[in-house]
C-alpha cells in the first residue's frame, strides 16, 4: 500500500520530496521502539522501557536511616561490581508474559546472586538465557533452578540452560520444584521427558565434549505435605542460604512460591498466582518480593487480540494491579515488583495508577534486566547494559570434575555418506 501511495506522489510531486515520505513516515511510527531508545517519561512521569532507567520513581530505598550507603554506577555493568559479603543482587531475566515473548521481553526468569559466590535462578522462561548469559557469570556457576510450576512460559528455556554451555560445567543440573498430584505431573516427570527429548542431542556430542552438563538431578517439594499446620517446607539449606517453598493459588494444584533468606537478606517470588493472604503472610517483610501482575481484561484482550471471554477466563487464575496491591499492603517488602507484565507506555500509567489506590509502598514495574542490588542499609535498583555480544568470562576452577569426553554413540551415520566428505 504505501509503495502504491509512493508512485501516485510521485506523478504529482516531484522525485527527493515523494522518496522521502515513506521513510519518515516508518521512522516516526517506529522509532521509540529501537534501542536504545531515548531517555523519556510516560504521561505521569514514570521511566519508558528502554530508555535505560528501571520503571520505578523510588530507584533508591534506604532500610537503615543514618547509615553511609554505597554508591553505585549509573548502569549495572556484568564483571565490574563484585559483590559485598553482605549484598545480594537480583536481576530480572524475563519480565514479560508468553502472549507473546518479546525481544526486549523474556518470561518468567529470575537471577540472585550472592556475595558469597552462589548463584539461583528461579524460573527459565522462553528468551531468558540470552540475557542470562550476558551477566557475566561463567556457565559452570549457573547449575540450581528453581521452578514455581511447569508452565511452559516458566521453563520452557531449560534446554538451552543446559545445551549452551552445560558441558562447561560436565555435572547435573540441579533443578527443584513441585511434585503434582500426581507423578505425571510432577517436575521429575518433567525434567525426565526433557532429558529424554534431548538424547539425540547428547548422543552427538559424547565423544566430542563433556556432557555431563546434559544431565539434570532434581529434587521435588512434596506438595501434599504442605497444609495450615505446615505452610512451608525447607527445600535448599546450605552456605548459610535457606530457600523456603511455599503453594500458591495457580490453576491446578502443583504451583509453588519461594522465599530465599541469607545473612539477614531476602527475597520472595511467588510465579504466577491469584492475590492471596497465604502468599503474602509467606513473604512478609522480604527485602524483594516478586509477584505477578496482568493488565485488565479488557486491556489484555485488545493487547492479545484474544475474545474479552478468554481474556477474562485467562485472568481469572491471575492478579491484576489493584489486588497486587493488595497483597504488597500485607507483605509490606522493601520493594514489591510487579512482573510477568507486557510493557507499554500506556500500561504502565495505568498499573502505577490502579496500584496506588491500594499500596503506597516502593513498587517496581518488571523490565528484561532491571537490577536490585540490596545490602542491610538500601535497595538500589537500575538497569544493566550488557553487551548483546557478551562473552564467556573465565572458566572457573571445578575440582574434582572429569572434563574428559565420552565414547562414540553406536549410532553411526552411513559410510558412503562420509566418504563424501571434502577432505581438508
Ligand atoms: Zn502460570
Ligand atoms: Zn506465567
Not at 115 to 126: A, E, K, L, T, V
Not at 377 to 403: F, H, N, Y
Amino acid at each position: 500500500m504505501r509503495h502504491y501511495k509512493s508512485i501516485l506522489h510521485f506523478r504529482t510531486l516531484g522525485l527527493a520530496f515523494v522518496l522521502a515520505l515513506p521513510i519518515i513516515a516508518d521512522a516516526a511510527q517506529y522509532e521509540d521502539f529501537y534501542f536504545p531508545r531515548e531517555e523519556s517519561t510516560t504521561t505521569d512521569g514514570y521511566p519508558t522501557p528502554l530508555s535505560g532507567k528501571p520503571i520505578t520513581k523510588t530507584p533508591i530505598i534506604t532500610k537503615l536511616k543514618g547509615t553511609s550507603n554505597k554508591k553505585y554506577p549509573k548502569y549495572y555493568i556484568p564483571g565490574k561490581e563484585p559483590l559485598a559479603d553482605n549484598e545480594m543482587r537480583v536481576t530480572i531475566l524475563g519480565s514479560g508474559s508468553p502472549t507473546p515473548v518479546r525481544r526486549a521481553q523474556g518470561t518468567s526468569s529470575y537471577l540472585v546472586e550472592l556475595g558469597n559466590g552462589d548463584n539461583f535462578i528461579f524460573d527459565i522462561g522462553p528468551g531468558t538465557t540470552g540475557n542470562l548469559y550476558s551477566m557475566g557469570i561463567h556457565p559452570a556457576l549457573l547449575d540450581k533452578v528453581f521452578i514455581a510450576h511447569l508452565h511452559l512460559d516458566h521453563v520452557g528455556d531449560i534446554f538451552s540452560l543446559f545445551d549452551a554451555m552445560g558441558w562447561a560445567r560436565n555435572t547435573p543440573l540441579q533443578v527443584w520444584g513441585p511434585s503434582g498430584t500426581t507423578p505425571d505431573l510432577g517436575t521429575a516427570e518433567f525434567t525426565k521427558n526433557v532429558r529424554k527429548a534431548a538424547e539425540w542431542h547428547v548422543q552427538s556430542k559424547r565423544n566430542l565434549l563433556p556432557t555431563g552438563g546434559t544431565s539434570i538431578v532434581t529434587q521435588e517439594i512434596d506438595i501434599s505435605k504442605f497444609s495450615v499446620e505446615n505452610p512451608r517446607q525447607l527445600a535448599y539449606d546450605k552456605n548459610g542460604v535457606k530457600i523456603y517453598a511455599f503453594p500458591v493459588v495457580h490453576t491446578i494444584d502443583g504451583s509453588m512460591g519461594y522465599r530465599l533468606e541469607w545473612k539477614g537478606l531476602s527475597f520472595a517470588y511467588t510465579a504466577d498466582s491469584e492475590p492471596s493472604t497465604f502468599e503474602a503472610e509467606q513473604s512478609k517483610g522480604v527485602d524483594v518480593f516478586i509477584h505477578e501482575v496482568f493488565p485488565s481484561p479488557e486491556e489484555y484482550a485488545a493487547q492479545t487480540k484474544m475474545p474479552l471471554q478468554h481474556a477474562q477466563n485467562a485472568l481469572g487464575e491471575h492478579t491484576i494491579p489493584e489486588e497486587l496491591g493488595l497483597v504488597f499492603d500485607i507483605a509490606r517488602p522493601g520493594i514489591g515488583i510487579g512482573s510477568h507484565y507486557t510493557l507499554g507506555d500506556a500500561l504502565i500509567d495505568n498499573f502505577f495508577k490502579n496500584v496506588r489506590t491500594t499500596y503506597d509502598g516502593p513498587v517496581l514495574l518488571a523490565h528484561d534486566l532491571s537490577v536490585i542490588n540490596v545490602t542491610p542499609e538500601q535497595i538500589v535498583i537500575r538497569q544493566a547494559k550488557t553487551s548483546l555480544l557478551a562473552e564467556v568470562p573465565d572458566a572457573p576452577k571445578l575440582e574434582g570434575v572429569d572434563m574428559n569426553p565420552g565414547e562414540r554413540s553406536d549410532s553411526k551415520r552411513p559410510d558412503w555418506l562420509t566418504e563424501t566428505k571434502i577432505q581438508r
